[in-house]
């Protein structure tokens, strides 16, 4: 070869060797297609298992965990140095009311600031009936979270025979059958019943399990506000307990409180029956939300079911006859002496009036007082019966003990829900459950009284819930589960929320994933909004 036609050719190869550097960087798989999408990094893992906490990175690929490992260095589309904050799996809500709020504030960012990233809806025997038209609407709307639900056994009822206080007829049962199972063929997760309420209340124990034994042929489970959360405790408890044994399904006891100051202290025993049916091999679990208040309907929580038989009209009517008001009111008497009122009016507080949100923030002995009374017991079962007559309004009960709300925390089978609703940013005067629960869980019962670890709370968040519901894919920090991830700074997460102010969030939680996309970070939503309807999948 010539040396002539070498130097000739050196120009045009060096062009060429730079061109192909240039472009083999431009095409590199690495560059275009980084190994990740997202790596959390720096973290301390708290996998959702109750296992101590391990100082690992994780990588997400679209929807999933990929990769857990002391130190990932691949290249990631982003990394995020969580500089030492704990890694959770996205906490799992077994009990929610958010099947209004949702379509109103799509991104729960009540919840989502909680580092909630699953909401489970159809809880206390209420649910959309049928669940399919609710779970395509739900589809349609693009959410920060990921959301299911349960078949309620009151709404099954209501559906068939209205409200009435009587027996079903053979027929009917077997419509109840047939609504309960197209409620699991459309993925609900199981049977709720909310027994203290109407309809539920006007159902015997058979019937409930007839109805159970449906939900579990499908691989679901029982949960239920019991038809007794005061005098009655133990006896719901062996109910709740029966249903889940004689019907074959696992058995749920949500919510678990212990109402009025006659009954503070019937923990010990609800857990020992719990303990009981476990040792014989009852699947039976406990949920339940960090507050020593309770809320519901002033109607629901201050009239004798009998009274609120057959819908507004007939309770209305009951309250015109002057003996039957009577009756009624010595039965609101007790309930504000025993029971919801702890013995003062002043422990009820309205929650939220539609007919007058004035109301919102006053308790009973107020309201009595506006009326022109003196705030005697008398005279606040009075002023909840001028509610219930003027529409109703939502209520905040203080009748629950310190003692038995931390012995059934601190219990293995009791998991956390909060019985939260999605609400509007300052609208009303709702229970600051919807805001706290979880971080108030990590904050007052971890960090201020140690009552439970932090790996058993984020544990009763996340893998515990998952298990019950039969989620297989989320409530776990491993590789193949979807990326559902709370980053926190265990020193610093505490619920905002009171009972005078509620309307305030969480703080602590840095950021949110949900379905491998952030939906929270820097103090502010994001605008994803990849949450997804699950369903179950017998
Ligand atoms: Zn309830």
Known sequence: MKPVNLRFLRKPIIIFICASVVLAFAQSPQAQNPTYDLVLRNGRIIDGSGSPWCRCDVAIRGDTIVKIAMSISDPAARVIDVEGQVIAPGFIDIHTHAREGIFKVPTAENYVRQGVTTLIEGPDGSSPVPLKPFFDKLEALP?????????????????VIGSANRMPSAEELDKMRALVEQGMKDGAFGLSSGLFYVPGTFTPTDEVIELAKVAGRFGGIYISHMRDEAAGIIGSVKETIA?????????????????????????????????????????????????????????????????????????LNRLKDPATRAKIKAETIRIIKNERGGGDPKNIVIAGCGWDATLAGKNLADVARLRGMEPTIENAAEAGLWIVESGGCSGIFHAINEADLERILKHAATMIGSDGEIPIFGQ???????????????????????????????????????????????????????????????????????????????????????????????????????????????
Do not use: C
Not at 143 to 149: F, Q, Y
């Open 243 to 315: 249903i889940g044994e004689r019907g074959g399904l696992p058995t749920q006891v949500t919510h678990h409180k212990i109402i009025g100051p006659a009954n503070w202290g019937k923990s010990v025993e609800t857990l020992r029956l719990v303990d009981e049916a476990r040792a014989r091999g009852v699947d039976a679990t406990i949920d339940q939300y960090p507050y020593t208040a309770s809320s519901t309907s002033i109607q629901a929580a201050l009239l004798p079911a009998w009274a609120q038989e057959g819908g507004r009209a007939q309770i």
């Open 428 to 538: 009303a005067h709702p229970h600051p459950r919807s805001y706290g629960t979880f971080a108030r869980v990590l904050a007052v019962y971890v960090r201020e009284r140690h009552a439970i670890t932090l790996e058993d709370a984020v544990r009763k968040m996340s893998s515990f819930p998952a298990q019950r519901l039969g989620v297989q894919d989320r409530g776990l920090l491993r590789v193949g589960m979807k990326a559902d991830i709370a980053v926190l700074d265990p020193a610093r997460v505490r619920d905002a929320a009171t009972f005078e102010r509620p309307h305030q969030y969480a703080e602590g939680v840095s950021t949110v994933i949900v379905n491998g996309q952030i939906v929270f970070e820097r103090g502010m939503m994001t605008a994803a909004r990849p949450g997804r309807v699950l369903y179950k999948r017998p």
């Open 143 to 159: 959410r920060s979270v990921n959301i299911g639900s349960f078949i309620g056994q009151g709404s099954v009822r209501a559906a």
